[in-house]
């Protein structure tokens, strides 16, 4: 394949991004240096080997030396272990610990779609419950904040999650609460501003 026409694919693929954008991409490294696309590529080869997803709370981070398997987060004995913010991608977490929050998280991995009848294979259901479950074993774990995007999906999964998670929390005497509506209806958590989402979570419900 014509490889202006495989960049352009590619970058289709991404979140958002059309075939005139895709194009633009495109041209703009065809204009750069040959050490701005070598820099590049490999900045994109690292993802794949020197990063890896923490064991605990399914975020993204960079490897070190050592044989931790956990983030620099969830390793963080300062956090408070006793709030749980349950978020639907990486990205979210960034804006969230803008605002202040110093709980630990876990990323669900999406939201679970409308019609869909098997929501545990949509996101981490199982692996969130497991979490729960063992941390609500040992009487560490007090709140779950469910930080979804105030959107007809995020809605959605929020209800399911509600219904899914309540059993345990009802047994462990764990508080489940929701954002409250700071954030607007149709946003996602990822483009809040902090102010707006230190907002949200004092609200929370």
Known sequence: MDPLERLVEIFEHFP??????????????LVQRPSFRTD?????KELG??????ALCFRWFAKSDSTERRCDICINQTRDSGVLFVVEKDADIRNVEGSGFQGLYFVLGGTIPLATQEPEKQ??????ISRIDADGAQKKLKEIILGLSATTEGDHTRLILQEKIRP??????IKVSSLGRGLSTGSEL???DPDTLANALHSRN
């Open 190 to 192: 990822e483009y809040a």
């Open 16 to 29: 958002g991004i059309g075939p005139r954008q895709a194009r633009r991409f495109v041209q703009f490294l």
């Open 123 to 128: 996101v981490r259901l199982r692996e969130l």
């Open 40 to 44: 590049l590529a490999q900045a994109i």
């Open 168 to 173: 345990l929390a009802e047994g462990f005497n």
């Open 49 to 54: 080997s020197r990063t890896q997803q923490c």
